[in-house]
């Protein structure tokens, strides 16, 4: 069993940064891929980044170098680093472990606030 917490979220300005952390718990969280995903008003969720257990990392093509997924699984973090923030940014973050397809993750966090005004 692996219980998520995600911190960090908040309100910037357009072209600021956040960084949102993604607190584990739980023996195997090393073993899992984890992911970042969001979801704004009236749409669906869509996977934002993803980590390999190794570090291997892919993004989604909005994303644009914009932001970086990192992990430290001796801590059991799973950071996301957003940069260069958009107003179509603004959403829900969740934090996600264990895949077992590419949008489809065993365990999910409660998801941080991240609004980016203009």
């Known amino acids: 069993q692996v219980r998520l917490v995600e911190s960090g979220g908040g309100l910037v300005q357009a072209g600021g940064s956040l960084r949102l952390s993604c607190a584990a718990s739980?023996?195997?969280?090393?073993?899992?891929?984890s992911a970042w995903f969001r979801q704004a008003p009236g749409k669906q969720r869509e996977l934002v980044a993803d980590?390999?257990?190794?570090?291997?990392?892919n993004y989604a093509d909005f994303v644009e170098g914009r932001f970086t997924i990192s992990r430290d699984n001796a801590k059991k973090m799973v950071d996301l680093q957003m940069r260069s923030l958009k107003p179509e940014d603004t959403a829900v973050y969740y934090c996600?472990?264990?895949?077992?397809?590419?949008?489809?993750?065993?365990?999910w966090g409660q998801g941080a606030q991240v609004t980016v005004s203009s």
């Open positions: 996600a472990a264990g895949r077992t397809t590419r949008s489809t993750y065993t365990y």
């Open positions: 739980g023996r195997t969280f090393s073993l899992h891929t």
């Open positions: 980590i390999t257990p190794d570090g291997s990392t």
